[in-house]
């Protein structure tokens, strides 16, 4: 499998999914760390990929997301954008309304 095709399916497979340096827990930059933040305070569950593990993916993921930076922060297979916009939807409160209702609608479906 290429990187496209392995980014294309982390995408697909994951409804709320974060490409960061480093980890949650463990972030390895101050954008990655504001994003993750955010994300972790909305109190559901997401994926994320650490780019410094995987630098076919950091190599390749700025041209298929036509985005140049990290974090990029995708849900339902659309790319949302990086910190700047995930923070600002965080204080709006945007970001917590996106990802309750997209782990709601997943939760129901895989209830059924």
């Not at 499998?1 to 463990?26: A, C, F, V, W």
């Not at 990086?82 to 129901?108: P, R």
Request: charged letters at 25%; glycine letters at 8%; a negative charge.
């Amino acid at each position: 499998m290429d990187t496209i095709e392995r980014i294309k399916e982390q995408i697909s497979e994951n409804h709320i999914l974060l490409y960061m340096k480093g980890s949650p827990k463990l972030p390895n930059c101050g954008f990655s760390a504001q994003a993750s933040q955010a994300l972790m305070s909305c109190g559901e569950k997401f994926a994320y990929v650490d780019i410094l593990q995987n630098p076919d993916i950091r190599a390749e993921l700025p041209g298929y997301a036509d985005w140049p930076t990290f974090p990029q922060l995708w849900v339902e297979g659309e790319l949302i954008g990086g910190c700047d916009i995930i923070l600002e939807m965080y204080q709006q409160g945007e970001l917590q309304s996106l990802v309750k209702e997209v782990a709601a609608k997943h939760a129901t479906e895989e209830d059924a």
